[in-house]
């Protein structure tokens, strides 16, 4: 396994040493190599023919991209990365990136530090793929453990690009969720987290409330990946995060900012899921102020807020109420291939909207072959069906439905067991 930079394979002599970055002109030459992989249809999984061959092109194109990460010019770096990022969103790739992994997580590293804010944006999404293609496990996290301080220190410069800032925050949430192993990893990440959307909170001295920031969908994404982390924390945890938020998340459904009142609304209705799997009979001290104010935003009129604005929030906010106040949701089918997999809670709901936002149009492939993805949704080992055995398969909608159900929440109390073991162990200490 390397541990340095450097490259026994240059590919003819194509790709140069390491330089020190500049914004010159990137050449023809290198320009095109990055082109040709960055375009997913060049990736051509039917042919049959010469397989071993176009597997061995394919990789030669990959470890170019690799070098061209280190290349001198801006552009070229940045077409490298997003060349990398279609790679991994179209193919799984596990072997030939854990052999790379040092080298990989040293040079997004170094994208993350010396790059414009287009580049870190790249840097950081490829992070996250790479988290997701190695799975739980040493190897994702190293990858997180190397990263996590530059993704913290760019989050945290309040004079570095809003868009680098939260995709890294983005980042940092997707690589705990697959790879933090310890449970303080986990705890120290959403306390980081809570840290930036509370200040979203209202404020006395403001004159709506709230700060008047342009920070809104950093402190926005911070809340949606803080209860992404949420969703795999020890019940006694969990029990703690309800006592403390469920009374001050409302407030953030006066906000300004269309979609900081729909994540908060959705926020609410997966807060209330967890609190009754824990208690049955939960119920919320100031339900009836907060059912008024839900049902205010579904059939919300207000002249000066956008037709298509109140479109989408009088549609989620009906969902939320029926969350809220009659335990229901809009369950719905994700196909992919011959398999179908049944979105019936507001957490299930969450998870897989973060992994289509890092997968794109990959997610219905990674549903399909990459067995962590599989694992976290309990859709079991790959699975390949021929003809014959689809035709004979009679299991009924509803059946599928309860069985991804059960397998969903089976899943979730395990890994909360586990770390409640885990939280244990550590007290001990």
């Known amino acids: 396994m390397p541990k340095s930079k450097k490259r026994s394979n240059r590919g003819g002599g194509q ?13 023809i030459e290198t320009l095109s190599q990055c082109s040709n992989i960055s375009d997913t249809a060049s990736f051509d999984e039917g042919a049959e023919v010469d397989e071993e061959a176009n597997l061995e092109e394919f990789e030669y194109k990959l470890k170019g991209l690799i070098d061209s990460m280190l290349d001198k010019s801006a552009k070229t770096r940045q077409t490298a990365l997003e060349g990398l990022r279609g790679a991994l969103t179209s193919k799984l790739l596990y072997d030939f990136i854990t052999e790379r992994r ?39 996290e190293e990858v997180f453990k190397n990263l996590k301080p530059i993704l913290k220190k760019i989050i945290c410069d309040g004079t570095a690009n809003l868009q680098a800032r939260t995709a890294c925050v983005t980042t940092l949430g997707v690589c705990c969720f697959v790879a933090a192993d310890e449970i303080s990893d986990l705890y120290s990440t959403m306390e980081f987290l809570e840290n930036l959307f509370t200040t979203s909170y ?18 926005m994404t911070a809340l949606l990946t803080w209860t992404l982390l949420l969703t795999v924390c020890p019940a006694s945890e969990v029990k703690k ?9 409302p407030s953030l ?17 997966l807060l209330f899921e967890l609190a009754r799997e824990l208690e049955a009979d939960f119920e919320y001290d100031d339900m009836d102020l907060l059912t008024k104010k839900l049902k205010a935003l579904a059939t919300d009129g207000n002249k000066h807020r956008a ?9 989620v906010f009906r969902d939320v109420l029926k969350a809220v106040e009659e335990r229901d949701f809009p369950s719905e089918t994700v196909r992919f291939g011959p398999e179908r997999m049944y979105i019936d809670s507001w957490v299930k709901k969450l998870t897989y909207d973060t992994f289509k936002e890092i997968l794109g149009s990959g997610v219905q492939y990674h549903l399909q072959t990459n067995e962590f993805v599989r694992d976290v949704f309990e859709l079991g080992p790959p699975v390949m069906f021929d003809a014959a055995t689809l035709k004979s398969m009679k299991i009924s909608r509803f059946e599928r439905h309860l069985y991804n ?11 909360s067991k586990l770390r409640d073991k885990r939280a244990d162990v550590g007290e001990m200490f």
């Open 15 to 27: 790709h140069k040493s390491v330089q020190p970055f500049s914004d010159e002109d990137v050449s």
């Open 102 to 140: 040092m080298t990989l997580t040293d040079s997004l590293e170094r994208c993350l530090k010396k790059g414009n804010s287009a580049e870190q944006c790249a840097a950081a999404s490829l992070a996250s793929l790479l988290c997701i293609q190695v799975g739980a496990g040493i190897e994702s």
């Open 202 to 219: 209202p404020k006395e001295e403001t004159k709506n409330g709230f700060h008047n920031t342009h920070s809104t969908s950093l402190h």
């Open 241 to 249: 995060i309800l006592e403390k938020h469920l009374p001050k998340l």
């Open 253 to 269: 459904l006066s906000c300004e900012d269309v979609n900081m009142r729909i994540t908060a609304g959705e926020t609410l209705a």
């Open 307 to 315: 037709k298509t604005e109140k479109k989408k929030q009088r549609s």
């Open 405 to 415: 159900s059960a397998a969903f929440k089976a899943r979730t109390k395990a890994r």
